[in-house]
DNA sequence: TTTCATACTGAATATATTAGCACTGCTTTT
DNA sequence: AAAAGCAGTGCTAATATATTCAGTATGAAA
């Protein structure tokens, strides 16, 4: 979406209000006396270039004829990624196994996308087998915040610490040794940040 | 909200969809082809009865007008059930701290509140200090499953453990004892069954 | 300097939509 | 048997709403 100017967001901002509040859009007339305008056709002007600049979409000849595009208006959800095929990225849609109602923006930062956690390897973080992991998509991470790597094809769930130029990817549970990746030899490849968790009991 | 006949519960369900695929209220007249009317008074009459029974409301000369007032439309999510004042029901509103957005039915059976998570008590089952754990309301549960329960104005979470007419509520942590309740002796009040964990890192 | 996007006014028109009146016919309740 | 609710048709009026045409003015880009 190209940058919008602050009165077209102003306008945009009312629309969005307004599903939020009366859950419809509103009709041209009602953004025309709610921005002040004179003329409805101010109101027409905007909402083209919010149109052509793929905020919205309009409906012709549709009273309240007006869709906010917004990636994930209507998503199903956050997906969730079971078992991760080697060599296809993480959110490809054979990695895809299901949707879960979850509001994205519970966690901070937000959540990309849920993983099912396999093994015990971060229980006494509270971790366990089977639950899902929300996670931040982010190709870096600070030290000692919980991450998802890929590691030859396999997709782990680990503390990071770093010490110069060697990463060490640590369990929380002493059966587990820290994996130790040499950053001059190898690439850490980060999927993400965990960000929550969330499980059914 | 009094019974709908099955016409007036199509005529509602269309409008539930149309809101759900079209973000917006249907018209009349869109109504009026979605169910094969050859006038839209047919519809006008559903509308009115449905808004006699308390199913929608209607909004006079608007198009579109028509407000969905399901209980839960514009719910704030579940109540966070945080220190709870001793003598009061877990849900009265002092002890309500804040709405969270989480869809209660993404747990089974269904969640009715979170609640936030005091001590290690049951680290070793996943929950930890400050987790939000998603309550069901029962006042019964199974052997063997993790409740939330009331003893002397404290609100603990433990597993429940029943043996002929002793209850042992025990920790998942050995540095906690079971408390032993004697059912001849005292009553155990039992506020839900634990369904699920949420917790922001 | 011309063109283009932004940001509006003002008036007129076409159409979408709600709303009202007058009916028919069936079933259930009083 | 009458009244009330349900389920419709058909038509017209009123008004809500979108759309089009004709302008003004400003600042940025070509």
Redesign the interface.
Known sequence: MKTLTSRQLQVLEFIQDS?RV????P?IAEITVAMGFGSTNATRGHLQALERKGAIELIPNS??GI??VQAG??EPGLPLVGRVAAGRPLLAEENIEDY????P????PRADYLLRVRGESM?DA???DG?LL?VHRSPTADNGQ?VVARLQDEVTVKRLRRTGQVVYLEAENPDFPAIEVDLKQETLALEGI????????
Chains 1, 2 share one sequence.
Not at 100 to 103: K, N, S, Y
Not at 105 to 108: A, D, E, G
């Open positions: 599903i009366a859950n419809m859009p009709t009273s309240r869709r906010l208006a209507f879960r109602p979850v509001d923006s519970f966690f901070s229980r509270g971790i366990l639950d929300a919980i965990a960000v929550g968790v969330v499980r059914n009991l």
